[in-house]
């Protein structure tokens, strides 16, 4: 899931997500940062949605990550938020705090320009964690200013739960 990549040409269909999520019986959350809460709005524009969404937490701040999620301060102030570690720990995090199956969540650079670490806009590190099994990361890098950014984030994490949900 690397390179630059258009979302509207990966679209996922929430509602097929919700669909699969019910019929396995699985519970669903997210733990999101450049996303905002926008992968967990998706999901719940769908009619029904409420029988698999447990949860979403938009976490942007480290204190919020470490607090709500159960992210290791220290690893956060060693590394940044925008790791492949962090995305797994906020994933898990979200798994535990909702009791869900399914989680999946987002951090990255949206821009304008690099974050304080230099980490370059566009850089996305998306996570998924199980209950019943391993999770997996995956890294993006996206372009097209920070609205794009963020729309792309949201389909690379919708795509990322419908591939699970298709698995088994």
């Excluded at 097209?144 to 389909?155: K, L, N, P, T």
Aim: hydrophobic residues 45%; glycine residues 12%; charged residues 20%.
């Amino acid at each position: 899931m690397s390179g630059h990549r258009d979302a509207s040409d990966h679209a996922v269909d929430p509602a097929r997500i919700i669909s699969r999520a019910a019929e396995r019986g699985w519970k669903l959350a997210t733990a999101e940062s450049l996303t905002g809460g926008a992968v967990v709005a998706r999901l719940v524009d769908v009619p029904g949605a409420s029988a698999v969404i447990a949860g979403g937490a938009a976490c942007y701040s480290y204190q919020a990550k470490t607090r709500v999620l159960g992210v290791d301060a220290a690893l956060l102030e060693a590394t940044g938020a925008v790791t492949a570690e962090v995305a797994t720990a906020m994933a898990a995090g979200a798994l535990a705090l909702y009791d869900a199956d399914l989680a999946v969540a987002t951090t990255g650079v949206a821009g304008p320009g690099p974050d304080e670490r230099g980490i370059p806009e566009g850089t996305v590190h998306l996570a998924l964690a199980r209950r019943d099994g391993p999770g997996l990361t995956r890294e993006v890098r996206l372009s097209g200013g920070r609205a794009r950014i963020r729309a792309q984030s949201v389909e690379a994490a919708l795509s990322l739960l419908g591939k699970a949900l298709e698995e088994r």
